[in-house]
């Protein structure tokens, strides 16, 4: 006899010294197992959110972390399957024999069910592939922010507005992961068109970029120089690049700007403007 077979018993013969009535016995007796089967699921979902939580105050990569949480997700969905078949047993209704023998009904729950199927399976690949981790910003189907979580059949992001955006896995086409590799900082400014741009490739000029690498510990690799990247009537467009620590390009741009306009009015240098750059839709920046 099983435990959970024994289990009823003893809640029944407990039930029965109490009442008489065999069917009231029957009844309670399915409450009480009910009752006891959710506080299971309870338990065990309990348990899951406790290692995903555990897991976050741990000192692991990004890839374990959201392994681990996917895993958790499916040991969660499956123990849910599982009591509810458990709670359906205990109200009369035996789904196994329906399941083993209900060979076009499982047709046409699979071929319903072909999307769930789908966004799972994608899921799955994209944890093995690390198409993408937890915290990672990227821009999936043209939603673009930060992966706060993968789920076996969806993933969120979370955008700068603080929105949060659910996407199907299996809807997942073509992801841009600004976070796989460095960055680049670029900062274009503009000239005048008799400027000297001999002041830029100056010994002087190198060591104002070198100090500034120094400085500034995100920067991994710098140039000595600025390059000219276009020159018109209305002047002449410089431009500066720096390799940076993943998602510091921003910061670090911000920060050449002011020391570029800095070191500009210290030389007493003549600088129009800054120009901003999207480095996603430029084909011809350089490092």
């Given at each position: 006899m099983s435990l959970v077979n024994q289990l009823r018993e003893t809640i029944t013969n407990f039930i029965r010294s109490v009442v008489q009535n065999e069917s009231i016995t029957t009844l309670l007796t399915s409450i009480v197992m009910i009752i006891f089967w959710l506080l299971v699921a309870?338990?065990?979902?309990?348990?899951?959110?406790?290692?995903?939580?555990?897991?976050?105050?741990?000192?692991?990569?990004?890839?374990?972390?959201?392994?681990?949480?996917?895993?958790?997700?499916?040991?969660?969905?499956?123990?849910?399957?599982?009591?509810?078949?458990?709670?359906?047993?205990?109200?009369?209704?035996?789904?196994?024999?329906?399941?083993?023998?209900?060979?076009?009904?499982?047709?046409?729950?699979?071929?319903?069910?072909?999307?769930?199927?789908?966004?799972?399976?994608?899921?799955?690949?994209?944890?093995?592939e690390k198409t993408f981790r937890l915290g990672d910003l990227v821009e999936i189907n043209g939603v673009k922010g930060f992966i706060t979580d993968i789920g076996i059949r969806t993933t969120k992001i979370t955008t700068w507005k603080n929105d949060v955006i659910t996407i199907n896995n299996g809807d997942i086409k073509m992801v841009l992961n600004s976070s796989l590799n460095t960055s680049l900082a670029v900062v274009d400014f503009k000239v005048s068109s008799d400027f000297d741009v001999n002041s830029i490739e100056s010994e002087q000029f190198a060591q104002f970029l070198a100090q500034f690498k120094e400085t500034h510990p995100e920067v991994l690799e710098i140039p000595n120089k600025a390059v000219i990247t276009s020159i018109l009537d209305e002047g002449i467009t410089l431009r500066i690049t720096a390799k940076t620590n993943t998602l510091k390009n921003g910061s670090i741009e911000n920060e050449l700007r002011k020391a570029l306009l800095d070191y500009f009015n210290k030389e007493k240098l003549s600088i129009k403007k800054t120009i901003f750059v999207n480095v996603n839709d430029r084909r011809d920046i350089q490092n």
């Open positions: 309870s338990l065990l979902i309990l348990l899951t959110r406790v290692f995903v939580k555990k897991t976050k105050k741990t000192k692991e990569t990004k890839e374990s972390i959201t392994v681990k949480r996917l895993i958790a997700n499916m040991i969660r969905a499956l123990f849910v399957f599982w009591i509810t078949i458990m709670i359906l047993q205990e109200v009369g209704i035996d789904i196994m024999p329906v399941l083993a023998g209900a060979g076009v009904l499982a047709f046409a729950v699979g071929f319903g069910a072909q999307e769930l199927i789908k966004d799972v399976i994608s899921g799955c690949f994209l944890i093995v």
